[in-house]
C-alpha cells in the first residue's frame, strides 16, 4: 500500500516536472513564430513591423508564461522558487524593454536570467545546501555525491548559456547610436567594436538571435540527455518497507 502510494506520488511529480517544461518551452515557440510573422508584415499604420515584431512577440512569451504560472498557482501545483524569481526577471526586463521601446533590456535579458539560474546553485552549494537536489529529489533517489555533481554541472551550463547568448545578440544585433549603460555599468560600446579579436554590432540580422532561441531549447534538451546515463548509473530503487516479524 504504502509502495503504491509513493509510486503515484512520484508519477504527480514527473507529470508536474513535464507541465513545468512545457511551461518553459510554449512560451519560447510562440515568441519565435509571432516575431516571425510580425516581421514580415506592415499592419495597423506601422505599429507592427520588422522593428517591433520582437516587442509583440515579447509580449506573447510574458503572457504565456505569466499564465502558466497562475494555473500552476490556482491548481495549486508546487511552484519553485528559482521558477518564480526566473519568471521575475524575464518579466521585469521583458515589461522594461516593451514600455520604453529598448531592445536592449530583451537582448540582456537572457543572460541575466541563466546566471541567476547558476548563482542560485552555485551560491548555497557553499554553505552546503544543494537546490538541485531539492527541485528533483522527489522524482530521483541519488547518493549526495551524484545530486552535487549534477548541480555543478547544470550550474556551468547555465553560465555557458549566458555567454553564448552574448555572443549572439552582440554578433548578430545592430549596434547601439549610443553607448549601451544600464545601472550605471557599461554593456556594450556604440555602433561596431572588437572585442576578444571578434567583431560586434556590425551585423543587421536580429532574426538569428529571435531564432536561435529554438536552438536553445535543442541545446537543453541535448545537455539534459547528456545527463541521464549519470543520472540512470547512480539511481538507487526504492526502499522497501519490511514488516516486523
Request: no cysteine; aromatic share 14%.
Given at each position: 500500500?504504502?509502495?503504491?502510494?509513493?509510486?503515484e506520488n512520484?508519477?504527480g511529480t514527473?507529470?508536474?516536472k513535464a507541465?513545468?517544461l512545457w511551461?518553459?518551452?510554449v512560451?519560447?515557440?510562440a515568441f519565435?513564430?509571432?516575431?516571425?510573422?510580425?516581421?514580415?508584415?506592415d499592419?495597423?499604420?506601422g505599429?507592427?513591423?520588422k522593428?517591433t515584431?520582437?516587442?509583440?512577440a515579447t509580449?506573447v512569451?510574458?503572457?504565456?508564461?505569466l499564465?502558466?504560472l497562475?494555473?500552476?498557482?490556482?491548481?495549486r501545483?508546487?511552484v519553485?522558487q528559482?521558477?518564480?524569481?526566473?519568471s521575475?526577471?524575464?518579466?521585469?526586463?521583458g515589461?522594461?524593454?516593451?514600455l520604453?521601446?529598448?531592445?536592449?533590456?530583451?537582448y540582456v535579458k537572457?543572460?541575466?536570467?541563466?546566471?541567476?539560474?547558476a548563482?542560485?546553485?552555485f551560491i548555497p552549494?557553499?554553505?552546503?545546501r544543494?537546490?538541485w537536489?531539492s527541485?528533483?529529489?522527489?522524482?530521483?533517489?541519488?547518493?549526495d555525491?551524484a545530486?552535487?555533481?549534477l548541480?555543478i554541472?547544470?550550474?556551468?551550463?547555465?553560465?555557458?548559456m549566458a555567454?553564448?547568448n552574448e555572443?549572439?545578440?552582440?554578433t548578430f544585433?545592430p549596434g547601439?547610436?549610443a553607448?549601451?549603460?544600464?545601472?550605471?555599468?557599461?554593456?556594450a560600446?556604440?555602433g561596431?567594436?572588437?572585442?576578444l579579436?571578434?567583431?560586434f554590432g556590425a551585423?543587421?540580422?536580429e532574426?538569428?538571435?529571435?531564432?536561435?532561441?529554438?536552438?536553445n531549447?535543442v541545446?537543453?534538451?541535448i545537455?539534459?540527455?547528456?545527463?541521464?546515463p549519470?543520472?540512470?548509473?547512480?539511481?538507487?530503487?526504492?526502499?522497501?518497507?519490511?514488516?516486523?516479524?
Amino acid at each position: 500500500m504504502n509502495e503504491t502510494v509513493k509510486s503515484e506520488n512520484g508519477i504527480g511529480t514527473a507529470a508536474g516536472k513535464a507541465n513545468q517544461l512545457w511551461g518553459d518551452f510554449v512560451p519560447v515557440i510562440a515568441f519565435v513564430l509571432v516575431y516571425n510573422i510580425f516581421r514580415r508584415v506592415d499592419l495597423m499604420d506601422g505599429l507592427i513591423n520588422k522593428d517591433t515584431a520582437i516587442f509583440w512577440a515579447t509580449g506573447v512569451l510574458l503572457a504565456l508564461m505569466l499564465g502558466f504560472l497562475a494555473r500552476q498557482l490556482v491548481m495549486r501545483e508546487p511552484v519553485s522558487q528559482m521558477m518564480l524569481f526566473s519568471s521575475a526577471i524575464v518579466g521585469g526586463f521583458g515589461l522594461i524593454g516593451i514600455l520604453l521601446q529598448e531592445k536592449a533590456f530583451i537582448y540582456v535579458k537572457p543572460t541575466i536570467q541563466q546566471l541567476f539560474m547558476a548563482g542560485i546553485i552555485f551560491i548555497p552549494l557553499l554553505f552546503g545546501r544543494n537546490v538541485w537536489k531539492s527541485l528533483f529529489s522527489k522524482v530521483f533517489d541519488l547518493p549526495d555525491f551524484a545530486w552535487r555533481t549534477l548541480a555543478i554541472r547544470w550550474g556551468f551550463f547555465f553560465i555557458a548559456m549566458a555567454i553564448w547568448n552574448e555572443y549572439l545578440w552582440r554578433t548578430f544585433a545592430p549596434g547601439f547610436d549610443a553607448p549601451l549603460v544600464m545601472a550605471g555599468i557599461p554593456v556594450a560600446p556604440a555602433g561596431t567594436y572588437e572585442f576578444l579579436g571578434l567583431t560586434f554590432g556590425a551585423k543587421d540580422a536580429e532574426d538569428v538571435w529571435a531564432n536561435w532561441k529554438l536552438g536553445n531549447m535543442v541545446i537543453v534538451l541535448i545537455f539534459g540527455a547528456a545527463n541521464t546515463p549519470y543520472t540512470l548509473k547512480h539511481l538507487r530503487e526504492p526502499k522497501t518497507e519490511t514488516a516486523a516479524a
